[in-house]
């Protein structure tokens, strides 16, 4: 988006706004019902080809200008989360921490989407998931599991990331462990005579190997926004993406987009990191065998491409005891993550029963039966193991 281009979605009917309606073609007006068909969705739908950007001229800032935008983000002040809107809005929330944000009047000059997964969950259905998933939470507090019944909106973000392609040709060198059974001897005593007694022991041959491996890799993705935390995206996984669709501001429309601010050169480092453990698992493959000792791999990457797309997350940020929580979900598939609080004073009520329970136990068993106890459970009193 240019600095002087702002996209709108008026009504026809109404000259309302109108939002994206996920899993649908169409765009609706909250107003007064009103549906319009996204011009790019019947292409959208059927069409895989996208852009495929040279990742060598991406990485020397050398691409075409018709892949790049002017963008208007503002980073939040608290998570760092780079918030782009469109329109004349100047101040929103952060969807990521819910610190509140005033937009930049400036722009930047971003890498444009190639693709996107447009929503297919409603936010009715993903705060559907999110109260299931709350609900199933031990010794959260009471005002974590109101805040989900209230049925606070969610915030629906499309996610930057990164997809990577590459050809590789690896060569490798390494051992080849065979493993076999050798009868050793050793001394046991039995009724207080020591007697010579044998076992079967397992050990390893070690053989060198070397080889050659090739892989092709399509779509290796990797978030491209520092706001959330990567054991928590990562576990968003899998994404479907033969949903992706050709990039259209449409699909935003009702919608956030979070620019990206992992760099292309850094997303490159990451997706090489899990290129490289997928190799090693070829490799060791190769060598075969029952164990692999895998010394140098020496991989050759070629016909190296990327793209920029979003993908879809409904969020909720809550707090609790002034820390912020996130709670996401998958706005493909339902998969529901998030960061959870502990309540001191269910877990202090919980203790306080099991020590009662056992206490209440004691009493009905009787001191002088404790000794009995323990000789059948092995020579101690049971008692109840809570981990929190």
């Not at 509140?100 to 009047?105: N, S």
């Not at 051992?175 to 005593?189: D, F, I, K, P």
Request: glycine share 8%; with cysteine; proline share 5%.
């Amino acid at each position: 988006m240019t600095a002087a281009e702002e996209f709108r979605w008026p009504c026809t009917q109404c000259g309302a706004k109108l939002r994206y309606a996920p899993g649908q073609s169409s765009l609706t007006c909250d107003h007064c019902g009103h549906t319009q068909d996204i011009p790019s969705a019947p292409e959208a739908a059927h069409s895989r080809a996208f852009q495929e950007l040279d990742l060598a001229r991406g990485l020397r800032d050398d691409l075409p200008k018709g892949v790049m935008a002017e963008v208007r983000p503002s980073s939040c002040p608290s998570c760092g989360a780079q918030i782009e809107v469109t329109g004349a809005t100047h101040a929103t929330e952060c969807p990521f921490c819910a610190t509140p944000v005033v937009l930049d009047t400036g722009t930047h000059r971003l890498i444009k989407p190639q693709a996107v997964v447009p929503f297919k969950l409603s936010e009715a259905e993903a705060r559907r998931a999110m109260i299931d998933w709350m609900g199933s939470l031990w010794f959260a507090p009471n005002t974590l599991l109101e805040y989900a019944r209230k049925g606070r909106a969610m915030n629906g973000i499309y996610v930057p990331y990164w997809t990577f392609d590459a050809d590789t040709a690896s060569d490798y060198t390494g051992q080849r462990g065979e493993h076999y059974w050798e009868s050793e001897s050793y001394s046991v005593t039995v009724n207080g005579r020591s007697e010579r007694r044998e076992r079967q022991v397992r050990k390893t041959r070690w053989y060198s190997a070397s080889g050659h491996v090739t892989r092709d890799f399509d779509d290796v993705l990797v978030i491209a926004s520092n706001a959330l935390p990567k054991a928590l995206a990562d576990q968003l996984e899998p994404w479907g993406l033969r949903d992706l669709a050709p990039y259209s501001p449409d699909y935003l429309a009702g919608f956030q987009a979070e620019g990206y601010t992992v760099s292309l050169a850094d997303g490159q480092v990451e997706g090489r990191r899990k290129m490289s453990q997928v190799i090693h698992d070829d490799v060791c493959r190769d060598i075969g065998g029952d164990e692999q000792r895998v010394h140098s791999v020496n991989t050759n990457w070629s016909d190296e491409t990327f793209k920029h797309v979003l993908l879809p997350v409904w969020m909720a940020a809550y707090k609790y005891n002034s820390k912020s929580y996130r709670f996401l979900v998958n706005g493909q598939t339902g998969e529901v993550q998030g960061e959870r609080p502990w309540s001191i004073w269910k877990i202090g009520f919980a203790v306080l029963g099991a020590a009662a329970a056992i206490a209440a136990a004691i009493y009905l068993i009787g001191p002088e039966n404790l000794g009995f106890v323990a000789d059948r459970v092995g020579g101690e009193v049971p008692f109840l193991d809570l981990e929190f």
